[in-house]
């Protein structure tokens, strides 16, 4: 158990000494929140994530997948970015003309993800590398030198829930990104608000799970930032089975969410109809822009302000055609502020998520 002492120093420290000196490889994880394997990627993320050194992929502890779409050239920062997998699979997908920032706060994960670098250079055969690694806290991105407005996307996978202050890690974020950037990260959450003793169980902490939002808490604190609504893209569970984490956790329940939250222009586009172009590689039948939101080729389909405001502001503007709001009775965006665990029900049973129903 953490001792008396739970500042977010001491927090940070213990985190740091569990992915530095206790974890050295997936299989040392007690639980399986650092685990999770998506399944269904399309083709140019599979090959981008096997091409990923062997090294780096036994010390991935991620709970999702973050790779968003549309990222070519693009200039990506992962929060909490450990041996790099992810750093480096988007450092093949924004081609060379891209650029991935790391940022993590532990030296020894910092130092396996920089001792990769040429390796993936020359795997992408690029004259000069595309990722750089830089040692930080999540928490104060604008110290560790990342300057404000210059991210299209930042991307975190299973780390935001480590932090002791997560309104400052998504206060940061949003300094950093540009108007029209996104989060997309995945993140474990909880069905309640913790208790105290669960807070401080230290294992449980560096496992994601202490660190665990509500889940309702993300809306409030996306919202306080000036984010858009949080965009759920995928959900899975997060059993915790073993009796001694059991007795501390009670009968709290855990699921691994893959959120995306936008930075919106002052001024918001009214609710329009968009079809897409099918431009977007791996995406050229459909893009699934979220649970509730798939743009098929060439379908009109209606959208509220906010995502209007959204593809409009966003490295997705090109790839749609824009028309005056037709007769819709209502979009398919609303109600978006949905409970995963109820989702994670309905997934269990029907084998797939519904898209809530309009009309
Ligand atoms: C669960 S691992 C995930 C690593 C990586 N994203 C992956 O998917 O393999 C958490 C990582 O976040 C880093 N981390 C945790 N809290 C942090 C903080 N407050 N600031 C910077 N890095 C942090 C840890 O050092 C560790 O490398």
Not at 103 to 125: C, P, S, V, W
Not at 190 to 214: M, Q, T
Not at 248 to 254: E, K, L, R, S, Y
């Amino acid at each position: 158990m953490m001792a008396a002492a739970t500042g977010d120093e001491y927090v940070r420290d213990s985190v740091k000494d569990y992915y530095g000196k206790r974890l050295k490889s997936a299989k040392d994880l007690k639980t399986v929140s650092c685990k999770t394997t998506p399944t269904g990627l399309p083709k140019p993320v599979r090959e981008a994530l096997s091409d990923i050194h062997d090294e780096v992929v036994r010390r991935y502890y991620g709970c999702g997948l973050v790779i968003p779409e549309q990222v070519k050239g693009i200039r990506i920062l992962d929060l909490g970015s450990g041996s790099g997998r992810d750093c480096f699979a988007l450092s093949k997908l924004v081609g060379e003309n891209g650029y991935i920032v790391g940022i993590d706060m532990t030296d020894e994960q910092l130092e396996i993800a920089n001792q990769y670098i040429d390796y993936h250079r020359d795997k992408f055969g690029y004259k000069k590398s595309n990722v750089e690694f830089v040692k930080g806290y999540i928490e104060k991105l604008t110290e560790a030198g990342l300057k404000e407005n210059s991210f299209d996307a930042i991307i975190s996978n299973c780390v935001v829930n480590l932090s002791p202050d997560k309104k400052a890690v998504l206060r940061e974020a949003y300094k950093v990104l540009k108007v029209g950037g996104e989060v997309y990260f995945s993140d474990i959450y909880c069905d309640r608000n913790l208790p105290e003793s669960a807070r401080k169980h230290e294992v449980l902490w560096g496992e994601c799970i202490s660190g665990a939002l509500f889940w309702k808490e993300l809306f409030s604190l996306a919202k306080e930032v000036g984010f858009s609504t949080p965009r759920m893209v995928s959900v899975s569970p997060v059993p915790i089975t073993q009796p001694e984490f059991k007795e501390v956790i009670g009968d709290a329940q855990f699921v691994s969410v893959t959120y995306r939250l936008f930075k919106l222009p002052e001024t918001k586009q009214p609710a329009r109809q968009v079809i897409y172009n099918g431009e977007i590689p791996g995406h050229e039948t459909e893009l699934k822009f979220d649970f509730a939101v798939t743009f098929k080729k060439g379908d009109l389909v209606p959208v509220d302000s906010e995502l209007s405001t959204i593809l409009d502001s966003s490295r997705y503007k090109e790839e749609f055609e824009f028309q005056p709001a037709g007769k819709m009775c209502c979009s398919p965006t609303t109600k978006m502020e949905l409970n995963p665990f109820e989702y994670m029900e309905i997934l269990k049973k029907d084998g797939k998520l519904p898209a809530p129903s309009c009309c």
